[in-house]
């Protein structure tokens, strides 16, 4: 039986019974007092009657009308009161011989007469009185019977109840709790077992249903929660960038053998601790918790002495989010800062630099002299030369001119790496700047069999702009997008003008960038995982410095698989 239909059965039952008791114990006071209100109002109050006629007559005299009076009073209040057999016959008797008694007040025997007839009165009363005793006291033996019967009843109820009920309930609570305990000291094997049909075995059997799952989820996953755990440590250490992990409350989880290396910790030292703490005596530290307040902050690498030399790193900070199962809000449940050590791009670049300009300078003088025995060859002084000697004078000319081109396009490159850049900047034509650019990487797109197409605005304004600078940038774009893009292909380079500023487009169906690296593309030595390790990744750094430096703007749009937009602005 269900634990609810007990209480309700054994609670309702007890309901009940004091319900009875008390009905029983109503009635039958009610009873009583009946009987008591019948011998008040018919037996005593004759009595009292009778009495005051007895002393009333003894009084009676003749020509005292008063007193007849007052015998007349209390004889009718009698005539009004008959409640007992006999008494109306005795009351008419009384009534004819006080009649004879106001004819002749003075005879005696008639006086004794109305004595015996009051008397006779009174006998029937008294009678009736102790009648009426006898039934009011049968009337309360029975009531006392009825209420202990039925308080017997509700005490056995009671007593039932309070003996069986809270262990029916708190028994199987007790071991409940227990098995409960049992469960949470991760004893998985623990069951409870009751056999009835309540609430209880119910609750048993979910309760065991769920120790079975945790048994089993325990047995199952465990042991490969561990090794999967132990796997991750071991990436995590094997790993060549310092890598270190830290909670939503700023306390550091983890931190692979290279962040101790550079920090100069032991891991029982940094592990458990709170980031905050430790920066107030670690330098490093704190510059790594430290938010980046501005974007120029964000790109600046950090110059850390470590591994007996000096090596320069780039922070990145992951956030890292969940959202709980049932729940649609994500939550923040800590950070991952990874230093990326890009000291040999560095050390690439400071070469680059270098040679640059190294070979910038050297060079100079060997095309100032090609060209000044160009100069002497076409003197006619220094002699006359056939049709084919003027044509290849003719070709060395133009290489000579290219090659200094390109000295000086090095010479631009080393100042930027300096950050001296020397800029030219005047009214630029953009469509002659978008036809250089096509025409520089024309043989590059032919290779691939890609189709470059010019989609311009009719009668656009001028530009404010180093137009060398500008289409080494526009040029820069293209190679990209070529070297992205697959064979027979189209790449679309689109110009137009919006807000007073001249928009330079390429665009590309290539695979294109995933969102989480787009904020990426344009920092210095950074290549999207998995793509061609074909360069440094600086070409689209020193396209945006050119750009900037000329108060214009970039950017990039792209969906992965759908291509890429890469743009600047100028203003016209």
Known sequence: MRIKTKLNLGVGLLFLMIIILSLVSAYSVFLIKQDTENILKSNYNTLEYSRNMISTLDEIKLGSKETILNFEENL???????????????????????????????????????????????????DAIKQKSDIAKHSAETANLSIAI???????????????LPNNIANPIKELTLSIKEIANKNYSERVHFTSHSEFGDLAKSFNTMAQKLEEYHDSNVYKLLFEKKRLETLINNMNDPII?????????????????????KSEDIIGKSASNLSVSNDLIRSLILKE????????????????????????????????????????????????????FKELDFAKTNFIATVSHELKTPIASIKLSLQLLENAKTGDMNDDQKQLV??????????????????????????NIQLNIEKSNPYTIANYAVEAVKVQADQKQIQLIIDADENLKDVKADSEKTGWVLINYLSNAIRYSSEKSTILIKLKEENNQIVFQVIDTGKGIEPRYKDKVFDKYFQIPGSPKSGTGLGLAISKEFIEAQNGSVGVESNLGLGSTFWFALKV
Do not use: H
């Not at 900070?317 to 800590?334: C, L």
């Open 245 to 265: 992990g830290l909670d939503n409350e700023g306390i550091v989880l983890f931190a692979n053998d290279e962040a101790l290396k550079i920090i100069g910790l």
């Open 293 to 344: 307040t501005n974007e120029n902050q964000k790109k600046q690498p950090l110059k850390i002495f470590a591994n007996a030399k000096e090596s320069y790193f780039e922070k990145e900070t992951i956030n890292i989010t969940i959202t709980p199962t049932g729940e649609e809000k994500e939550i923040n449940i800590g950070d991952v800062i990874i230093l990326r050590n890009i000291t040999l």
């Open 394 to 419: 003719e070709s060395i000319k133009d290489d000579s001119q290219r090659l200094l081109k390109i000295t000086g396009e090095l010479l631009n490159l080393s100042q930027l790496e300096t950050g």
């Open 76 to 126: 009718k209040k009698q005539t009004l009161n008959i409640t007992e057999p006999g008494e109306k016959q005795a009351t008419e008797k009384l009534m004819a011989s006080f009649a004879l008694l106001e004819k002749n007040n003075a005879d005696e025997s008639l006086k004794a007469q109305i004595r015996q007839d009051i008397f006779a009165i009174m006998k029937l009363n008294l």
């Open 150 to 164: 039925v308080g017997s009843l509700c005490f056995l109820i009671a007593f039932n109840l309070l003996v069986n």
